[in-house]
């Protein structure tokens, strides 16, 4: 079934071909101030992309702890990256003008296209997107045919993206590992009955029987979980099977449809506050290298407890009256 | 009364919230959670790691969308692409930094509510285009931006980014939120159609975008505040001539 042109086999393939040689680049960098370290955090990164489907899991897992130790001892840095100043960036710009535009809207704009007319596409007899995540294969498809335009437009090689996707690697650092090791830190979360334990927690301190507390506690606890999960699908479950159903569906007649909605909503507004959404709000940071990074979130708190607030009353004046 | 769960796997939770408040580096304080959340549970060693190498694993997707971008992005770069926007936004001198987030904001929350999520993202939209654009209106009408102020403009695209997506996407029927809610309201013995799930969806997303938008509208006065009023638009005339004017 991932028998396709762009599965994400393939893909993950792609993706750790960059990172081995952001890995191979770095360790043959005299310059490079935390050389070794580096070098050895972005490769075992690329051998999980690469070959980890061969590895025993325990050794991945290994692996993942000495990347965290060689990050938490400050043995991951970036490199010296040649920086033109910005009169040669403003001239290079002058040149190209508008069509600089053009494969960068293509990545959007090709993934798009791919996601929606080739799902039933094949090159040879071979599927061309992923079916079990076509928007993702979409994306890397993108990419793919954005890297030829960009080459072909700037006339200048692969190998130079390649040195150019190491720079913006090298600025996000440990960072872009840290989405992963969150999601993975959910799973063992949800494996050991943290949820339980937190629903146990919200049930049974709080006078449920009051409409208004009932209320209050799904939105504020699915707001609540998130941010501790940094994801509102774990959410959901938690909150809706130990509050929403049992008290607001069950006691006070509220409308399924509408409570779970605002209750999924009301778990994207703890995204936008936790730092455990990392590809939310820590990487962008990184990214647009801020030096706060939880700026991010400071830039979105606001909105998300407005949001919240405005939930609680919706979903309070849509429970039928008494 | 006592809990017929247990409450030891809310340590892992605590680890976490200690950890970042003490500004640990977060891959360590995540390892530590995930090792005393193992430790409750009386995994082994190798079971331990078993567990933290599966779920790594299993998650290589969430960063491929961040990691197969870069090398188009960063060769544009190179070629002064962020630069570019920065101009490119100054020939519409009237387009302050809110209206420029207040449209990317709205584009992106009904793109994501159509199901064309791949229409934006902090790779490929934000840092290479939506950031420099708004530092490029922000100077247009103030002139040269302190890095305090540089910082947080960039937050604010970062921040109209992700409202956007999550607001727009959990009103598109067929998106994974809205079949995850159906399926597990269908288990506890409640059908609901995806289709009313979707529409309740609207008046918080709606919410989402008129507060949004309003505090996205409030950063032209800030900066005007901040920064002194705004310059006449006019990019040919010498800045110091203006200056004492405004």
């Known amino acids: 079934m991932n028998n396709a042109l762009f599965s994400l086999g393939h893909l993950y393939i792609l993706a750790g071909f960059v990172l081995a040689f952001v890995a191979v680049t770095t360790a043959l960098d005299r310059r490079h101030p935390r050389r070794f370290g580096s070098a050895l955090f972005w490769g075992f990164y690329a051998l999980v992309f690469l070959v980890g489907d061969l590895l025993p899991p325990a050794w991945i897992g290994g692996g993942v702890v000495a990347m965290a130790v060689l990050a ?14 910005l009169a040669d960036y403003v001239a290079r710009a002058r040149r190209l003008g508008n069509k600089l535009f053009l494969p960068a809207l293509a990545i959007p704009g090709v993934a798009v296209v791919a996601a929606l007319l080739a799902k039933q596409a094949s090159v040879g007899g071979v599927g061309l997107l992923d079916k079990g995540n076509p928007t993702l ?17 700037t006339r200048e090689t692969p190998v130079q993206g390649l040195r150019e996707a190491r720079r913006l690697v090298d600025a996000m650092g440990w960072a872009l590992v840290l989405p992963q090791l969150l999601a993975m830190l959910g799973l063992v979360f949800s494996d050991a009955g943290v949820g339980k334990a937190v629903a146990w927690v919200a049930t049974h301190y709080i006078a449920m029987d009051v409409r208004f507390v009932a209320v209050a506690v799904y939105v504020l606890g699915m707001a609540l979980f998130t941010i501790i999960m940094g994801n509102g699908f774990a959410a959901f479950p938690v909150m809706t099977g130990g509050v929403g159903v049992p008290v607001l569906v069950g006691m006070f007649h509220a409308n399924p449809a509408s409570m779970a909605a605002i209750g999924m909503f009301s778990g994207y507004c703890g995204t936008l506050m936790t730092p455990m959404a990392a590809n939310f709000n820590i990487v962008p940071a990184a990214l ?9 979130i400071r830039a979105q708190w606001p909105t998300a407890v407005s949001i919240l607030a405005a939930n609680v009353f919706l979903l309070y ?6 | 009364m006592a809990p017929d769960v247990s409450l030891w796997p809310l340590l892992g939770v605590a680890v976490i919230i200690a950890g970042f408040v003490l500004r640990f580096n977060p891959m360590i304080v995540v390892i530590a959670a995930a090792i005393t959340t193992a430790v409750i549970a009386k995994y082994d060693t190798v079971h331990t790691l078993t567990v933290i190498g599966t779920g790594f694993l299993k998650t290589r997707n969430l960063t491929l969308a961040l990691i197969l971008p ?11 692409l962020r630069q570019h926007a920065q101009a490119w936004i100054r020939r519409f001198r009237n387009a302050s930094v809110g209206q420029l987030l207040i449209v990317y904001l709205g584009a992106r929350e009904l793109l994501a509510a159509v199901g064309l999520t791949a229409l934006g993202g902090h790779v490929q939209m934000v840092r290479p285009l939506i950031a420099p654009m708004t530092e490029g209106a922000a100077e247009a009408r103030h002139g040269p931006l302190p890095d305090r102020i540089r910082h947080r403009l960039r937050a604010m695209a970062a921040s109209a980014d992700n409202v956007g997506l999550f607001f727009g996407e959990d009103i598109f029927v067929a998106f994974g939120a809205i079949v995850l809610i159906t399926t597990f309201l269908h288990e506890a013995g409640i059908d609901v159609e995806p289709l009313h799930v979707a529409l309740w969806g609207i008046p918080t997303a709606v919410v989402a975008f008129v507060v949004h938008a309003w505090r996205l509208h409030r950063i032209d006065a800030a900066l005007a505040r901040e920064l002194g009023r705004a310059t006449p638009p006019a990019d040919d005339a010498p800045a110091a001539s203006n200056g004492a004017a405004a």
């Open chain 1, 288 to 296: 647009l290298e801020l030096p706060d990074k939880n700026a991010v």
């Open chain 2, 70 to 80: 870069l090398a188009t992005i960063g060769l544009l770069e190179r070629h002064g």
């Open chain 1, 317 to 322: 004046f849509l429970l039928p009256r008494p």
């Open chain 1, 137 to 153: 294969a979409a994306v890397g498809m993108a990419s793919v045919v954005a890297l030829a335009l960009a080459c072909w437009l």
């Open chain 1, 72 to 85: 938490g001892l400050r043995r991951v840095a970036p490199g010296m990256h040649e920086a033109p100043s």
